[in-house]
């Protein structure tokens, strides 16, 4: 079983559209939760980080369920340019503070 | 502007060949790390250091060297005893003595080796 799971996608949805991505993780232990975006070819970005009381950054909002080991995103008014691949991310104290990553939910958002 | 650089942004070898990739951070950052991605993948850890002249191995280190000389650099040398080099490699580092998280990425450096 994978570490961090996620839909692989992709998610085809038109502007404007809400769209959410789930994400489970194996480890109990998992200390901080993320989400990381990253468009093709280029390097991975923060986009926020998750927290068990749930937490929104404009049109983004993610939440956590540690009894569960779920990780969710959900993104409003879903524009041309969130057209990205979106990481799931797990940290980890291992001896050192380790991030696990998901392999990524991809979005395509149309006009 | 503080940033992570990795040069060069594309890199072509032959087989047998040694490589070092390139990572430079100017954010004061004591920890560093490198990470691999490969189609369908998510991102592996090869190396981490945690301080200079500290080094620890990842998850798939083999076939993989790295230095920490200098705070601000920490070169990976891809080996000719790596089977599959071709990828997409990416730098991170991330701010010790913190309880964050957080790692901060370089453009990385898609390596093709035939």
Known sequence: ??????DPGPFNVPEGATVAFNCTYSNSASQSFFWYRQDCRKEPKLLMS???????????TAQLNRASQYISLLIRDSKLSD???????VGLNTGFQKLVFGTGTRLLVSP | DGGITQS???????????????????????????YRQDPGQ?????Y???????????????????????KESFPLTVTSAQKNPTAFYLCASRL?????????????????VT
């Not at chain 1, 057209?83 to 991310?89: D, E, G, I, K, P």
């Not at chain 2, 998510?42 to 090869?46: M, W």
């Not at chain 2, 981490?48 to 200098?70: L, M, P």
């Open chain 2, 42 to 46: 998510g991102l592996r850890l090869i």
């Open chain 2, 96 to 112: 010790s003595g913190t309880a964050a998280y957080e790692q901060y990425f370089g453009p990385g450096t898609r390596l093709t």
């Open chain 1, 50 to 60: 998750v927290y068990s009381s749930g937490n929104e950054d404009g049109r983004f």
């Open chain 1, 1 to 6: 079983r994978k570490e961090v799971e996620q």
């Open chain 1, 83 to 89: 057209s990205a691949t979106y990481l799931c991310v």
């Open chain 2, 48 to 70: 981490y250091s945690q301080i200079v002249n500290d080094f620890q191995k990842g998850d798939i280190a083999e076939g993989y060297s790295v230095s920490r000389e200098k």
């Open chain 2, 8 to 34: 060069p942004k594309y890199l072509f070898r032959k087989e047998g060949q040694n490589v070092t990739l390139s990572c430079e951070q100017n954010l004061n950052h004591d920890a560093m790390y490198w």
